[in-house]
């Protein structure tokens, strides 16, 4: 079964701290895999994206991995700001038999980061 | 401002009435999407117009019912909803490089909230 698998579910950290979120899945075959930032009554909005061949990746204080042979990845956050508190959402791209592809999601981390 | 605009931001509506959710893409895709988003539960997708071609997610129940007349518009028509159905409902939009391909970045309006009494 295809899933993507989210850790921690919240999570609370304290201003100018590092953190990292992980993202486990099944999804086989794999296209791609996006992390996405969902503010309090917001849309998501990608953060990054990750491809087979991709290992690292930033964009600014966020950082994601991708083990592509473990199926894992993840977010880390370093020297954490109050506006990074968020919700954090994985999504996989899978290609399924006639070349169709679906979207799989986490079901997110809600960080919290105090001041 | 993630060029989706979706109205309106919060609805409140009884068993019995019908309503509409809209959606208006600025960017130039092609595909575009309605999700149900509910509390510590994935994001589900219910409906995808994608390069002239509709995919549903066919557990939502027939009480929704999308509507796309050009790329750049998308309804939810509601009616008869339930307690249950009480959602952030999010429309997104993504450019395709062909039907099926879903591996575009998705580009989510602010969201609808729903609240069925």
């Known amino acids: 079964k295809n899933q993507v698998e989210q850790s921690p579910q919240s999570l609370i950290i304290l201003e100018g701290k590092n953190c990292t979120l992980q993202c486990n899945y099944t999804v086989s075959p794999f296209s791609n895999l996006r992390w996405y930032k969902q503010d309090t009554g917001r849309g998501p909005v990608s953060l990054t994206i990750?491809?087979?061949?991709?290992n690292t990746k930033s964009n600014g204080r966020y950082t994601a991995t991708l083990d592509a042979d473990t199926k894992q990845s993840s977010l880390h956050i370093t020297a954490s700001q109050l506006s990074d508190s968020a919700s954090y959402i994985c999504v996989v791209s899978a290609r399924f038999p006639g070349g169709y592809n679906k979207l799989i999601f986490g079901a997110g981390t809600r960080l919290a980061v105090h001041p | 401002e993630t060029g989706v605009t979706q109205t309106p931001r919060h609805l409140v509506m009884g068993m019995t009435n019908k309503k509409s959710l809209k959606c208006e893409q600025h960017l130039g895709h092609n595909a575009m999407y309605w999700y149900k988003q509910s509390a510590k539960k994935p994001l589900e997708l219910m409906f995808v117009y994608s390069l002239e071609e509709r995919v549903e997610n066919n557990s939502v129940p027939s009480r929704f019912s999308p509507e796309c007349p050009n790329s750049s518009h998308l309804f939810l028509h509601l009616h008869t909803l339930q307690p249950e159905d009480s959602a952030l409902y999010l429309c997104?939009?993504?450019?395709?490089?062909?039907?099926?391909?879903?591996?575009?970045?998705?580009?989510f309006g602010e969201g609808s909230r729903l609240t069925v009494l």
């Open positions: 990750m491809t087979f061949s991709e």
């Open positions: 997104a939009s993504s450019q395709e490089e062909g039907r099926g391909s879903y591996t575009g970045e998705l580009f």
